[in-house]
């Protein structure tokens, strides 16, 4: 209790205190809304991040078999017209996230990888993306890597590569 002076009223601390405890509600609208508008940009800055890096999984694969193409010429003074001459296991491979290749029924394939056109002097290879990378990398399509390491896409995005 506080006496003031010249008084005979006391009074009690709890009442002296204009600040209360707590969070009102107004604050927390303020947070809510900061939180939303931060992940509003958030958001698709990392899908996006998400669908390139994917992308250049399938990029990799092409340039993987490229590389096993021109070892197959080195060797054969011709390019190979199907994949299981190049050693795959057959003539169209699917690479899941990890770039490794997985059957064809594979819930986490990414691209449907083969040579789309060859010759013995001459081919082109392509990765068609899968299931919901397809959906979410449509800008860009299907890739595409020639003999002469000329790179291509179906869509019409742009830094495909």
């Known amino acids: 209790m506080i006496h003031v002076k010249g008084t005979k009223k006391t009074m009690d601390m709890k009442q002296m205190s204009p600040r209360q405890a707590g969070v009102t509600l107004?604050?927390?609208?303020?947070?809510?809304?900061?939180?939303s508008m931060i992940a509003a940009f958030a958001y698709p800055s990392?899908?996006?991040?998400?669908?390139?890096?994917?992308?250049?999984?399938?990029?990799?694969?092409?340039?993987?078999?490229?590389?096993?193409?021109?070892?197959?010429?080195?060797d054969n003074k011709r390019y190979a017209t199907t994949l299981?001459?190049?050693g795959y296991a057959s003539d169209a491979?699917?690479?899941?996230?990890?770039?490794?290749?997985?059957?064809?029924?594979d819930d986490d394939r990414l691209y449907q990888v083969e040579i789309s056109a060859s010759n013995f002097v001459t081919y082109e290879l392509t990765a068609t993306p899968q299931?919901?990378?397809a959906?979410?990398?449509?800008?860009?399509g299907n890739l595409t890597l020639t003999h002469t390491g000329e790179k291509g896409q179906s869509g019409t995005g742009d830094n495909c590569w």
């Open 26 to 35: 107004m604050e927390l609208l303020i947070v809510v809304a900061i939180i």
């Open 46 to 74: 990392y899908t996006q991040f998400v669908t390139r890096s994917k992308r250049a999984i399938g990029a990799s694969a092409l340039l993987q078999i490229a590389d096993r193409q021109q070892q197959f010429f080195m």
């Open 93 to 105: 491979i699917m690479v899941d996230d990890e770039g490794q290749v997985v059957t064809v029924g």
């Open 135 to 140: 959906k979410k990398d449509s800008s860009c």
């Open 84 to 86: 299981t001459r190049l």
């Open 131 to 133: 299931l919901n990378h």
